[in-house]
T-cell receptor, first 116, second 109 residues
Framework: NAGVTQTPKFQVLKTGQSMTLQCAQD?????MYWYRQDPGMGLRLIYY???????DKGEVPNGYNVSRLNKREFSLRLESAAPSQTSVYFC???????????????FGEGSWLTVV | GENVEQHPSTLSVQEGDSAVIKCTYS??????FPWYKQELGKRPQLIID?????GEKKDQRIAVTLNKTAKHFSLHITETQPEDSAVYFC????????FGKGTTLSVSS
């Protein structure tokens, strides 16, 4: 039982390049999330998917797109990377939906992205 | 909208001291209050949580207290050890969106 797995762990991009962060969970969770973490800013939600086939914007969606490929997989795409997108990205999942109380959130190990 | 404020943003203590981190929330309907710990370079992980039908919950050296009237909940760590050094996040009601901005706890020996 691997939990939440995300790849790659480290990536350096040039400004304007595109890339996709992959995420998969094996806990049969309904909801999946992408966060970015910057110093002093905490965990900020980029996009989430409350269930297979649905996606919604979070707090900081600009410059990103997502795909909920199936119940297990939720990818994050940077179409044209900018230095402001240098950050640590965490994929996460939970059994219940966004507003469900008692919702333990399980995080992946993180992806360190640098845009130069 | 709903929000959660976490204080302090940084906390430095000597080994063996106690540490307290407080979060204030806005949604009166919230009934679940978890805390996450993130060690340097690692993922956030749930360490303790409390539901609104109790005022305090303990797990060895950590405890969480809840004051629903004042709408705040706190994480208490007693007899701190260097391995307690980490960033701690509160989360409102288990809703993925609302995390506090984090408290960096440094325990020096």
């Amino acid at each position: 039982n691997a939990g939440v797995t995300q790849t790659p762990k480290f990536q350096v991009l040039k400004t304007g390049q595109s890339m996709t962060l992959q995420c998969a969970q094996d806990m049969n969770h309904n909801s999946m999330y992408w966060y970015r973490q910057d110093p002093g800013m905490g965990l900020r939600l980029i996009y989430y998917s409350a269930s297979e086939g649905t996606t919604d914007k979070g707090e900081v969606p600009n410059g990103y797109n997502v795909s909920r490929l199936n119940k297990r997989e939720f990818s994050l795409r940077l179409e044209s990377a900018a230095p402001s997108q240098t950050s640590v990205y965490f994929c996460a999942s939970s059994r219940g939906g966004l507003a469900v109380s008692g919702n333990t959130i399980y995080f992946g190990e993180g992806s360190w992205l640098t845009v130069v | 909208g709903e929000n959660v404020e976490q204080h302090p943003s940084t906390l430095s203590v000597q080994e063996g001291d106690s540490a307290v981190i407080k979060c204030t929330y806005s949604d009166s309907a919230s009934n679940y209050f978890p805390w996450y710990k993130q060690e340097l370079g690692k993922r956030p992980q749930l360490i303790i949580d409390i539901r609104s039908n109790v005022g305090e919950k303990k797990d060895q050296r950590i405890a969480v207290t809840l004051n629903k009237t004042a709408k705040h909940f706190s994480l208490h760590i007693t007899e701190t050890q260097p391995e307690d050094s980490a960033v701690y996040f509160c989360n409102q009601a288990g809703t993925a969106l609302i995390f506090g901005k984090g408290t960096t706890l440094s325990v020096s020996s």
